[in-house]
């Protein structure tokens, strides 16, 4: 099992330090497309046009907002037939999806796969600062250096993937405190005002959001880039402490919590040491989704974030589990997804996370979502 699966890595994208440390996390169980429950129900012409979304930037070698494994030559091999095909029917779509694709179960050394889910918020916002609103996003300061993956800078820390570029080098850039205390002070300017502390949080953590302007005008913005710093989970903080059981924590729970308690709030999200840039995605029509990792929008219900340190963009990956609607219930999951973006907190091979879309019932879904997942890996088939 080991050999197989290293070898089948070794086409699809890494190199050789990225196969060994996916090798090292998981085995690749081949299966055959019978042997996942409600594949041939699933809408594969939805997925089919979400896989296409994926493969223009791998084709034309576009830069990723937030790079991954590289795909390999049969990821580019089955773009390049995506994108000569047209797909009428899902019976077509599935087609393609089991002609150029070979199922592999995520079997985990230890542990279970685990799903989470995520959104496009909206909140109400101003371009300038008023009584109401004083809270900023951040623009990306011109001092920040991301640090590619795989590589380091003198002075820096391994695990870091950020500097702050001085006079005479290199050194961490400020966490969440140092940032919201005025360390950065005129090189970061703001993009947008919001109203509480909280909901700029909730931004950080989704990367992205629709903002309603006072002049009723909607205004997006996207992930600019990040301090490098390790993101810490408030709500894991808060099931620590007691305050709050996770079973029946929700979205509406943890921002009503952040908003009533303002004091302790601001302990808790300084002890998320990551901090998110952001900048005006003027070039998102209305009807579009965020932009995701992989550099496109995203397509609500078959896009996946999933650990860009271990898979290329533009993979598709087949889940089993459940889909919640409320606490008390849920929906049978399984999905053809894509992966198509990322996320500090998605780490490990069969990690995901799940876009549900926009706006304030998405994000009541999204939070809902915390389940243990079956993750099946589709590779291509040479």
């Known amino acids: ?35 996942l429950a409600g594949w041939a129900e699933d809408d594969h012409a939805a997925a089919f046009r979400a896989f296409r979304r ?10 990723e907002l937030r790079p991954a494994q590289i795909a390999g030559a049969g990821l580019r091999e089955v773009c390049q037939a995506a994108s000569a095909l047209t797909v009428r029917s899902k019976a077509e779509a599935r087609r393609f999806f089991e002609t150029h694709f070979r199922p592999h179960e995520i079997v985990l050394k230890t542990g279970r796969g685990f799903l989470t889910g995520y959104y496009e918020p909206e909140f109400r916002g101003s371009r300038t600062r008023t009584e109401t609103f004083t809270v900023p996003l951040l623009d990306r300061p011109d001092d920040l250096v991301t640090i590619p993956q795989g590589e380091s800078l003198p002075g ?21 405190a140092a940032i919201e205390g005025g360390a950065l002070g005129q090189r970061a300017k703001p993009v947008v005002w919001l109203k509480e502390p909280g909901e700029a949080f909730i931004l950080h953590v989704q990367g992205s959001a629709r903002i309603r302007l006072t002049d009723g005008s909607v205004m997006r913005v996207a992930y600019a880039g990040r301090n490098g710093r390790p993101y810490t989970s408030i709500g894991r903080v808060l099931v620590e402490r007691g305050i709050m059981d996770l079973e029946s924590m929700t979205l509406e729970k943890l921002m009503g919590w952040l908003k009533d308690n303002p004091a302790e709030a601001r302990e808790l999200m300084h002890r998320n040491r990551s ?32 650990d860009r340190n271990l898979w290329p963009y533009g993979l598709p990956f087949w889940l089993e589990g459940r889909l919640p609607v409320t606490l008390e219930k849920a929906d049978p999951l399984n999905r053809l997804m894509i992966a198509q973006d990322t996320g500090s907190a998605i780490l490990g091979p069969a990690r995901g996370d799940f876009f549900v879309g926009s706006g304030p019932e998405a994000g009541t879904r999204a939070g809902l979502m915390r389940h243990t997942t079956r993750f099946v890996v589709l590779l291509p088939a040479r």
Not at 2 to 28: F, I, S, W
Not at 156 to 176: C, K, M, N, V
């Open 275 to 306: 901090y998110i840039f952001f900048r005006e995605a003027r070039e998102l029509a209305p009807d579009e989704g965020p932009v995701g990792g992989a550099g496109h929008p995203l397509v609500p219900g078959r896009s996946l974030a999933v």
């Open 54 to 63: 994926s493969c223009g930037p791998i084709l034309d070698k576009q830069a």
């Open 1 to 35: 099992m080991r050999r197989a699966g290293l070898a089948v890595l070794a086409v699809l994208a890494g190199t050789p330090t990225m196969n060994a440390a996916l090798a090292e996390q998981a085995d690749l169980k081949p299966l055959a497309f019978s042997d």
């Open 156 to 176: 820096i820390e391994p695990g870091l993937q950020a500097a702050r570029r001085t006079a005479t080098g290199y050194e961490p850039y400020p966490d969440r």
